[in-house]
Structures are given as C-alpha cells and as structure tokens.
C-alpha cells in the first residue's frame, strides 16, 4: 500500500509539472493597451466624443506583430488614456488562416483587422459580422473615396472600415545611379521598356531584380506585377470585370497584359540583376530580391511603398535625394494613372458602446494622425484626414500622395479579392511555374480559369 | 468572474489562474488514483475502465468526433452548410496537380521507408561490436532529436542555390571535370527530383530510428543461433541474409510501417522548405493549403479522408504484424 502511495503521489506531481507548464503556455500573446486614465493628458478635448470608458475593454485582433504590432498598440495608447478603456492588442500572422475557425467557435475579438477584403467577405457570409454603427459609415463616406467604402461593403450595406492601405505601383531605384549614368525617370511604360534596353545595352548590370519566394505564398509578387500590367495595358474596367471573373481569366486582353509582362520579366537579359537567371526569381526571397540596387547590381525593382523599411533595415537612406528612391509605375497612357494598392478593414464583432466607441476612433482623423506619428516607416492609409507631414518616411508620404491624387483610379490587389482557390492558391501556383518552368502565358492563363470555382 | 479566470490580465490574476489549473488536475489525477485504489476488492475489469476512461474519453473527444465531423464534412460544400455529394473527390480527381501529389505522396511512402530501414539496417550491421559503436551510433542518432521544421530550414541552406554546400560542391567537381561556369541544378525546384530531395531530408531524421530499432533486435539475437549458424557454414552476407534478416523480421517489418505512416503524414517538411510549390505537394500539405489558405473546409476534409483511406491499410498490416510478433513471444 505504501508504495503505491508513493506512486501515486509521484504521478500527481508529474501532473502538477505538466499543468503548470500548460498553464504557462496557454498565456495569450497579447499585452495590454496602457493603463486606464491615471494621467490624463490635456489634449483629451478630441475624446470626449467616446464618453467615460473606465473599465471596459476592447480586444482587437490583427496581422501586426513586432514593431509593427507596437506601434499599433502605441497608436491607441491616447484613446485608453483619455476615455479609460483597455484596449486588448492581439497580433499573429496566421490570422488569415484561423480566424473563420476563431468565429464559428464563437471566440473571435470584438474588432479584427481583415488584410484581404476576399477573406472578410467570406468572414461576413457566416452572418457573425455586424453592419457598421451609423458613426462609422459617416467617417467612411467623409474620409474615403467610395472605392474604398465598396471593399468593405457587401450589397451596399457598410460593414468594415479601411485602416492601413499600401501603393504597389512603384518601382525603387537609385538617384545617383540615374544620375551617374544619365538615366531620367520615365513618364509611361513605353519609356520604361527604352530606358530597360538602355540600361541593359550599357552592360554595367542587368537591369531589373525580381524575387517571388515567400514560402508557402510564394507567387504574390508576381500576381501584383500581372494586376499591375492589366491595369495598364487593359485598363481597370477591365480589369474589374477580370477580378469579378465577369470576363474569363484566359481572356485575351489578360493574356496580352501577360505578355507584356515577359517583356521584361523573362527576358533574359533584362533579369535577373545580381541574382541569376529567369529561372532564379522564383526562388529568390521577395524580401532579399530589392536590396541589390543598393550596391548598383540592379537598377529598378517593382515593389510595394512597405519595401522601404528593407531598404532602411539594410543601411540606406531612403528620400528623393537619398540613397534609394521610387517612381511611380508608368501607364502607356500618361494620362490615366491606375494604382495597385492594398490594405486592411476592422470589422466588429460585438456591438458595446465601448466597442462602437473605439471602431469610431479607428475610422477618424485623430487615429490615423496618431499612427503616423507612431510609425517610423512602413504605413499609411487611404484616410484622406490624414495630415501628410505626420508621416515619418518620404515614401509613405510619397504612397499617401499617390492615394490621396484625384487623378488617379486606385485599385485594390486582385488577388486579395478573387476567391481563395484562385487568389491564395492556383494564381500564385501559376505564376511560380511561368518563371521556374517557363510555361506559356496562354497555358497560365488557362490553368487559372480551369481551376475557377464553378 | 468569468472574465477574471478565463482573460486575467494581472500577474496575480495569471498566477491564481495557474494555481486553480493545477489544483483542478491535481484533484482529477487524485480522483483517477484513488479509484484505482479501491480494487483489491473490486473485479479488475473495474479498475481496467477506472485507467481506460481518461484516455477513452481523449480518443472520443481528440480522434473519433473530429473523424466524424471531417467525413461529414467531405460531402459539404466549403463552409460546410450544403451537401454536394461527391462533388468535392470529384474535383480532387480531376484535378491534374493533384494526381502528381498523389504520385508524390506514394513516392514518399514507398521510397523513404526503404531507403531509411535499409540504411539504419546496414548501418546497425556494421557498427554491430565495432571500437566505436557508441559514437558512431550517436552519430546516426542526432537528427532524431531536431524537429522537423529545424531540419528542413538547415537542409534548404544546404540546397541554397548561392550559399549552399551541394551547389557549391557541385560546381567545384564541376568545374574541375572541366564545365566552363558550371551552374548547380535547383534542387528544390525542378521536379520531379526535387521530391527526393525533399525525401533526404525525412530519411536523415528517420534511418537514426530504424538504426537504433533494429540494432537492439540484432543485439537480441541468442548466440547459440549464429553459432549454428557459423557452424552450419554460413559467414558474412549469407549468415546476414539467412540468419540475422529472419531473426529481426518482426522489427524490420514493424520498422518500415511505423516510417512509411511518418512519411504519409510528412507536412513539415514540404511547407517549410518550398511551400508545395514545384510540383512537390503532398497530400497533408493539399489538405492546409485548401483549409486554411483557400478557406475550402470541403476539399480540405475530402483530402483528410483520401490520407486517411491511404493509411488505413498500412496501419492494419502494421497491427497485425505486432500481434504476430506477440504470437511468437
């Protein structure tokens, strides 16, 4: 009897070992918003709106982790200090892939940050997502173009508003290159086809970098070059019709604006700088793919205003008169100006006033001013309520202009809007193999419609 | 209340969380012990069900329910509210990258098996009473300890087409054969070799447990059979093959099951070092992408259902091999 005592008490404190470790583990990744209105600052006036929120919280649930995520959580530090509510940050990467989970167990936060507008379709389809409270849809319809209003729209009815946005038309390079070899910038596409040959007869280096690898996402760079080029060389009627699949995937006009795209992207002497072969860009990091314009291995590379932070992380100083600058992607028709973008909309889950309060707050001016003075680079935001100057890097500042240009017709990345087969899989699957296999743009084209869902 | 225990915020609060967990499983482990006390007097039947309940119970809740609800769900549309039927294998089917997942997933459960046993077979022969078996077997037996993930981010460096080793070596030998600016092959993108080399990766991992299987089998062979063996006039290859291989059947064949089921299931390795792009998916890796990227809770569950349709044969020969082996003893 004793010494089953003795192993049973052994067993019990195996079991104690074990749960304290689970208990350890099972602490959430989140942190707290800031202390509730110990210090309330003078400035409190904008708040007063909100009313007197002590002791009420409000999670909310985002893509944004490390210093992205902190300055996030730094951006709502004004809100709980002046109202007195705790705002309850959670920030992962795998939203995308655990959030409809999190909503049919009914355990989702009360506001989350939707990256893709497709997802949050599909998020507001399960019927959990409740319509925008009347303040907010009158800060959409005040700040936001009604472009914007319709990526967070289903049927008309307003569910989520827009927070960050990204410009995608850009192309980086290097001033004192162009100087140096007495390259300009080019005004439309054409240009920029001439001055590719240019730099390429030069024979100093190749001129583009490109880089597709992202894991398992990898192809999205090449997705936004192709709605890149449909939007320039098929225009962006049809390529809203093309994102709707009004017209199919394999339409010629697609098929044109992909060839029109090899006309650089495979041609051999024209990619891949300082890298390799054509082959080569499907497996070269998107993140590693830009920097060799830096050391004047490569003279132009196409990506998101984001890309600037890798440019700062690596050392350069990123400005119109710096190390490294972007232009506008040029449109054969110098004068339309279509912009690929993207960005995130904050649906509610819960409708307490504290929650409507801060859903308010995150569609208004004040927020988006806060979170630009919150961020050292990398964000911005198509809220026209914006004060430009508090933007901290050129680029941002440069991306919000673009944005903010009434000339120009922004569309929202296709692939973030296609159905998930498509935008998350077989798109990406396809443009892999146009660079690893140098498959055909027709047979791409054709893949992508075979696997539409029917 | 209910906010306080479930979402502490505080130190405190986290910490009066954690004594609360642990007293909770403290007093349900007391409860199952003390049952298990009681027999003596009791059937032993009594206290078999008083052991078998926990892990009964994680079975039901942990395995059979969600098996359930996945073959539910196969015949459901992508958010699982309609019934389609056959809809979902159907699109499966007929989808050609599919069936070179499916070309793939077989080539991982035939080759990695084979090749894992047969070089932790050949290995634990030959290190068998050798000056160095223990650090030799060590050898064999590291990889066992890095996870799956950490192995494959140290062999995609491996393959690097700019800084790996294999490039690098390859273009050095090809160099010196006299290749003018030899250029490596991409290892992991040109299929359908790059599935072997996703392959390296799991047999690496693997031979170490089949080494090591195997070689406690071959340390368990009685010597008074060698010996006859010696005696009948066997020696080298010949005692191997008709001696040793019959004496360790069991382990072998328990072996090559227990890898071919790990090479079924391999995810991992294919997530982390390409993504299933290439042509080189397997079937797990279809089932994440079409579940949680493509949001398809259908195709994802019809995929689950085929793995699992897939394993269930293996698994029954392994099963009836183990009571063989306990027939014999």
């Known amino acids: 009897m004793k010494r089953s005592t003795t192993k049973a008490a052994l067993a019990a404190a195996t079991g104690l070992a074990l749960a304290a470790g689970m208990a350890a583990c099972g602490g959430t990744n989140g942190a707290d918003g800031g202390d509730a209105a110990e210090t309330p600052k003078s400035d409190c006036a904008a708040y007063d709106q909100y009313g007197d929120l002590k002791g009420k919280s409000i999670s909310v649930y985002t893509t944004f982790v490390d210093i992205e995520g902190a300055s996030y959580e730094e951006s709502f530090k004004p809100f709980s200090e002046c109202t007195g509510a705790t705002i309850k940050y959670e920030g992962s990467k795998s939203l995308t892939a655990d959030v409809l989970g999190r909503i049919e167990a009914g355990a989702v936060a009360d506001l989350v940050a939707f990256p893709q507008p497709g997802l949050l379709q599909q998020a507001i389809a399960t019927g959990k997502v409740l319509e925008a409270p009347a303040a907010v849809a009158a800060n959409v319809d005040q700040y936001w173009t009604a472009s914007w209003r319709d990526y967070g729209s289903v049927d008309g009815k307003l569910y989520a508003a827009p927070l960050g946005a990204s410009v995608k038309s850009l192309v980086w390079y290097s001033p004192s290159a162009f100087d140096q070899a007495g390259y300009s910038v080019p005004e439309?596409?054409?240009?920029?086809?001439?001055?590719?040959?240019?730099?390429?007869?030069?024979?100093?280096?190749?001129?583009?970098?490109?880089?597709?690898?992202?894991?398992?996402?990898?192809?999205?760079?090449?997705?936004?070059?192709?709605?890149?080029?449909?939007?320039?060389?098929?225009?962006?009627?049809?390529?809203?019709?093309?994102?709707?699949?009004?017209?199919?995937?394999?339409?010629?006009?697609?098929?044109?604006?992909?060839?029109?795209?090899?006309?650089?992207?495979?041609?051999?002497?024209?990619?891949?700088?300082?890298?390799?072969?054509?082959?080569?860009?499907?497996?070269?990091?998107?993140?590693?793919?830009?920097?060799?314009?830096?050391?004047?291995?490569?003279?132009?590379?196409?990506?998101?205003?984001?890309?600037?932070?890798?440019?700062?992380?690596?050392?350069?100083?990123?400005?119109?008169?710096?190390?490294?600058?972007?232009?506008?992607?040029?449109?054969?028709?110098?004068?339309?100006?279509?912009?690929?973008?993207?960005?995130?909309?904050?649906?509610?889950?819960?409708?307490?006033?504290?929650?409507?309060?801060?859903?308010?707050?995150?569609?208004?001016?004040?927020?988006?001013?806060?979170?630009?003075?919150?961020?050292?680079?990398?964000?911005?935001?198509?809220?026209?309520?914006?004060?430009?100057?508090?933007?901290?890097?050129?680029?941002?500042?440069?991306?919000?202009?673009?944005?903010?240009?009434?000339?120009?017709?922004?569309?929202?990345?296709?692939?973030?809007?296609?159905?998930?087969?498509?935008?998350?899989?077989?798109?990406?699957?396809?443009?892999?193999?146009?660079?690893?296999?140098?498959?055909?743009?027709?047979?791409?084209?054709?893949?992508?419609?075979?696997?539409?869902p029917k | 209340m209910d906010a306080l225990l479930l979402h502490p915020t505080t130190i405190g609060g986290k910490l009066l969380l954690m004594v609360i967990a642990i007293a909770l499983f403290a007093l349900v482990m007391a409860a199952v012990l003390g049952l298990a006390q009681l027999p003596k007097r009791q059937t032993r039947g009594a206290a078999a069900a008083v052991f078998l309940f926990p892990a009964l119970a994680l079975v039901c809740f942990g395995l059979i329910y969600p098996a359930l609800v996945t073959i539910k769900n196969s015949f459901y549309d992508q958010t699982s509210t309609s019934f389609v039927g056959l809809k979902n294998f159907a699109t499966i089917l007929s989808s050609p990258e599919f069936l070179t997942t499916l070309r793939n997933t077989v080539a991982w459960v035939i080759l990695v098996p084979l090749l894992a046993t047969g070089i932790g077979l050949v290995y634990a022969v030959l290190v068998d009473h050798a000056r160095v078996e223990k650090f030799a077997k060590t050898l064999i037996f590291l990889p066992m300890a890095i996870s799956m993930v950490g192995a494959s981010i140290i062999w995609k460096f491996v393959y690097d087409d700019r800084v790996g080793i294999l490039s690098r070596a390859y273009r050095a030998v090809a160099g010196w054969l006299g290749a003018e600016d030899p250029t490596a092959p991409k290892w992991l993108m040109d299929a359908p070799w790059n599935t072997f080399f996703l392959m390296v990766v799991m047999i690496w991992i693997q031979a170490g447990f089949a080494m090591t299987v195997l070689s406690a089998a071959i340390k368990a062979i009685p010597d008074d059979i060698i010996e006859a063996g010696r005696l009948d006039g066997l020696t080298g290859v010949k005692l191997f093959r008709w001696v040793t291989v019959p004496m360790i059947r069991p382990s072998l064949v328990v072996v090559l099951t227990t890898v071919a089921m790990t090479a079924l299931k391999a995810f991992d390795i294919v997530r982390t070092m390409q993504g299933g792009h290439f042509h080189a998916s397997v079937v797990a890796n279809d089932f994440y992408t079409q579940s949680f990227n493509n949001h398809d809770k259908g195709v994802g569950a019809a995929l689950a259902v085929l793995l699992f349709v897939i394993v269930v044969p293996v698994i029954a020969y392994n099963v009836h091999q183990l009571r063989k082996a306990e027939d014999i003893r």
């Open chain 1, 188 to 452: 439309t596409w054409d240009e920029l086809l001439d001055l590719t040959k240019r730099i390429a007869d030069d024979g100093v280096a190749k001129p583009w970098c490109v880089g597709i690898a992202d894991g398992d996402a990898t192809g999205w760079v090449a997705t936004d070059w192709v709605e890149d080029l449909v939007l320039r060389s098929a225009g962006p009627e049809v390529y809203d019709q093309w994102v709707a699949h009004e017209i199919p995937f394999n339409d010629p006009r697609i098929v044109d604006s992909l060839k029109e795209m090899s006309k650089i992207t495979r041609d051999g002497a024209y990619v891949n700088a300082g890298i390799g072969d054509i082959q080569s860009i499907a497996a070269t990091m998107w993140s590693d793919a830009g920097t060799p314009v830096m050391d004047g291995q490569c003279f132009l590379h196409r990506q998101a205003s984001f890309y600037g932070g890798y440019f700062t992380d690596a050392g350069a100083k990123v400005a119109e008169n710096g190390d490294i600058w972007a232009f506008y992607l040029p449109s054969s028709d110098p004068s339309t100006k279509p912009i690929l973008g993207g960005g995130d909309f904050v649906a509610a889950f819960a409708d307490r006033p504290e929650v409507v309060a801060f859903q308010t707050f995150l569609s208004s001016p004040e927020w988006a001013n806060t979170k630009a003075k919150a961020t050292e680079g990398g964000w911005t935001t198509a809220n026209s309520g914006l004060e430009k100057g508090n933007l901290k890097s050129a680029v941002d500042q440069l991306a919000f202009g673009l944005l903010a240009d009434p000339s120009a017709e922004f569309r929202f990345d296709g692939s973030d809007l296609m159905p998930g087969v498509i935008g998350a899989d077989a798109f990406f699957k396809q443009m892999t193999s146009y660079f690893a296999e140098g498959k055909s743009e027709q047979a791409v084209a054709d893949a992508i419609e075979a696997a539409w």
